[in-house]
């Protein structure tokens, strides 16, 4: 029985999971706390067994299940699913298999929630590189930390340090995260919409801390702009999932129109500065993901894992 329910996706990180479950054992907190992995790889199960080599002498009440179904929103789904059938779950606590809390994450995210009356808080994502990026990352999603100051905010911007009550995942029909965006991202958007939909109240902590460790192969600028154009994908799908009216489409056009036609401009007259010229490169990227989402064509970002 758990006031706090910490969900973990996991996919062929074993070396990232078992971090990540060695660094909860340390977290400081009065709550009562469970543990949830879900291992989506039904062929090696290596969070399955790991959670079970670790289980008995666990700090926490471990538990691992299996989602054969490939795909992130159908793992979140089953977590969520699992963690509500537990009666005295009052949070769900979302982190990823690449990542590490600091001691007092989840003790931050609870006091801010208390101060703030809120459904769900975001806290803060700090970046560790196998191998250190030139400047230029501090400009690209995925690269660059992720945080904003302790307080109301209007919108969420990740499941990968998220904290939900209860009472705001009752309020949604299920799935919680959208099955067709299983491997091309956007599952986290549109859940944060629908939840914004039905009356949700949002806040960032900006000291609730947790640390993405990120492998040589995401800190180059070749995947930095890959995810460029993934994010432009997704967010372009969820846009005409929620069919906004036409005014709110065409404004949605008309700022692609016009990344494509200022960004290369920039870019040109950045070209001396590598560093600063990347700015308008992941625009004109996020544009393009955004025209191919509109012609039907999905970028499947998670159908490669990256670390271990």
């Known amino acids: 029985m758990a006031d706090v329910v910490v969900a973990i996706p996991s996919f062929r990180r074993p070396m990232g999971l078992k971090r990540l479950l060695t660094a909860l054992e340390k977290i400081e907190t009065e709550a009562s706390v469970c543990v949830l992995v879900a291992d989506n ?8 067994d790991l959670c079970g080599a670790l289980k008995s002498d666990y700090r926490w009440p471990l538990e691992c299940l299996l989602v054969s179904a ?5 793992v979140r789904n089953a977590l969520v699913a ?5 009666k005295d ?3 769900v606590a979302m982190l990823d298999d690449d990542e590490t809390p600091e001691p007092r994450w989840l003790a931050e995210l609870l006091c801010v929630q208390r101060q703030t009356g809120v459904d769900a808080l975001n806290g803060t994502v700090k970046r560790v590189f196998e191998e250190e990026p030139g400047a230029w990352a501090r400009h690209c999603d995925g690269v660059s930390d992720v945080f904003a100051a302790t307080g109301p905010i ?19 029909t299920p799935p919680w ?3 067709s965006f299983a491997l091309g991202g956007g599952e986290d958007l549109d859940f944060f919409l629908r939840l914004k939909e039905s009356g949700a109240r949002f806040a960032w902590a900006k000291e609730a801390v947790v640390h993405d460790h990120v492998p040589a192969s995401r800190a180059n600028l070749k995947w930095a702009l890959s995810r460029a154009y993934s994010t432009g994908n997704s967010d372009m799908r969820v846009l005409l999932k929620h069919r906004p009216a036409p005014i709110a489409r065409a404004e949605a056009y008309a700022r692609i129109a ?3 036609l200022l960004n290369p401009l920039l870019f040109v007259m950045l070209s001396a500065s590598p560093n600063r010229r990347v700015r308008p490169l992941r625009k004109i990227y ?7 989402a509109i012609g039907g064509r999905y970028h499947q970002e998670y159908s490669v894992t990256h670390g271990r």
């Open 286 to 292: 996020r544009a393009l993901g955004k025209i191919a």
């Open 41 to 48: 790889d039904a062929e090696r199960h290596e969070a399955i």
């Open 82 to 86: 699992r963690a509500l059938e537990d």
């Open 154 to 172: 209007a919108m969420l911007e990740t499941t990968a340090n998220l904290l939900v009550r209860r009472e705001a995942l009752m309020m949604l």
């Open 177 to 179: 995260f959208d099955p």
């Open 258 to 260: 016009a990344a494509l």
């Open 70 to 74: 490939r795909g992130i929103a159908k």
């Open 89 to 91: 779950c009052r949070f």
